[in-house]
């Protein structure tokens, strides 16, 4: 773990922040939950997975076709919990269960960008709250994660285009959580710690990747929430040390995490810093 630690540069680290704040807080209040999304750290079981050869312009126009769409991924997460929370209310026995619709949207076909991250999302929660009876979710998840250690290999080749920092962050939170240290390289945290902002946060002008990629419509109006989000980053931008994202800063974060957690539970040699 030395090996990783040295080549780890913290010097410019900064941890004054609202966002991580809230973040850090609500991780403390809900420790039983996030610790039963974790998995046991591995290591080989990514293969050599190479990045995408088409451009970044193709892989937009291919997510375009994908599913689900955030309106659609949202409905179903909120649909999963309901479902949840009713079986664990009533004590039925029963397992909380996905509408045929939902399954479609969640399980079926291939995904890039913020669907596939959806669907592991919804397949994290179906792992803790035990939905979906019959469906092999450990499967899903490494297939899932197998298909975005290429798209994460493929946005750090095209240099990170606009955007898709979040995403970035978000697919090594997701999948590292899961167990799969392939997604803990040194590089990649020196890179998300060079994309924090003076005053501690992070930012990520992602709406326009949203569009088009298809995760939002061209013509989704912006709900009330987007836009206070935005007020809060305008605000922030505005003032001294530059902007603030809470998304961006949350996936920055729990990244981080993952990364510290290598350091913290791993005693084996794993050579997180030579893996292509």
């Known amino acids: 773990m030395d090996r990783i630690r040295n080549q780890t540069d913290f010097v410019g680290l900064v941890y004054r922040s609202k966002d991580y704040e809230y973040v850090?807080?609500?991780?403390?209040?809900?420790?039983?939950?996030?610790s039963s999304f974790l998995e046991p750290l591995t290591i080989g079981t990514m293969g050599t997975q190479k990045p995408f050869r088409f451009n970044f312009e193709q892989y937009v126009q291919e997510a375009r076709t994908k599913m689900p769409s955030r309106k659609a991924a949202d409905a179903c997460t909120m649909q999963l919990l309901i479902s949840a929370m009713e079986t664990q209310t009533t004590q039925s026995d029963g397992a909380c269960e996905?509408?045929?619709?939902?399954?479609?949207?969640?399980?079926?076909?291939?995904?890039?960008?913020?669907?596939?991250?959806s669907r592991v999302r919804a397949m994290m929660l179906s792992r803790i709250f035990d939905c979906m009876e019959g469906v092999d979710i450990s499967a899903n998840i490494y297939k899932l994660c197998i298909q975005i250690y290429k798209e994460t290999k493929s946005l750090e080749a095209?240099?990170?285009?606009?955007?898709?920092?979040?995403l970035f962050m978000q697919q090594i939170l997701y999948c590292a959580s899961q167990g799969y240290g392939e997604f803990i390289?040194?590089?990649?945290?020196n890179k998300i710690m060079s994309w924090q902002e003076p005053r501690g946060c992070f930012a990520d002008d992602r709406?326009?990747?949203?569009?088009?990629?298809?995760?939002?419509?061209?013509?989704?109006?912006?709900?009330?929430?987007?836009?206070?989000?935005?007020?809060?980053?305008?605000?922030?931008?505005?003032s001294e040390g530059g902007a603030c994202n809470s998304l961006t800063s949350a996936m920055a974060l729990g990244s981080l995490v993952?990364?510290?957690?290598?350091?913290?539970?791993?005693?084996?040699?794993?050579?997180?810093?030579?893996l292509a």
């Open 24 to 34: 850090a807080k609500s991780m403390f209040e809900n420790l039983d939950v996030l």
């Open 98 to 117: 996905l509408t045929p619709e939902c399954q479609t949207q969640l399980m079926q076909g291939s995904a890039l960008a913020f669907q596939q991250t």
């Open 207 to 238: 709406q326009p990747f949203l569009r088009l990629t298809g995760f939002v419509g061209p013509t989704t109006p912006s709900s009330k929430k987007d836009r206070e989000e935005e007020y809060r980053i305008k605000k922030a931008a505005a």
């Open 158 to 166: 095209w240099d990170h285009p606009p955007g898709t920092r979040t």
């Open 258 to 274: 993952m990364y510290i957690r290598a350091l913290l539970e791993t005693d084996q040699a794993f050579q997180y810093d030579v």
């Open 185 to 189: 390289k040194p590089r990649w945290m």
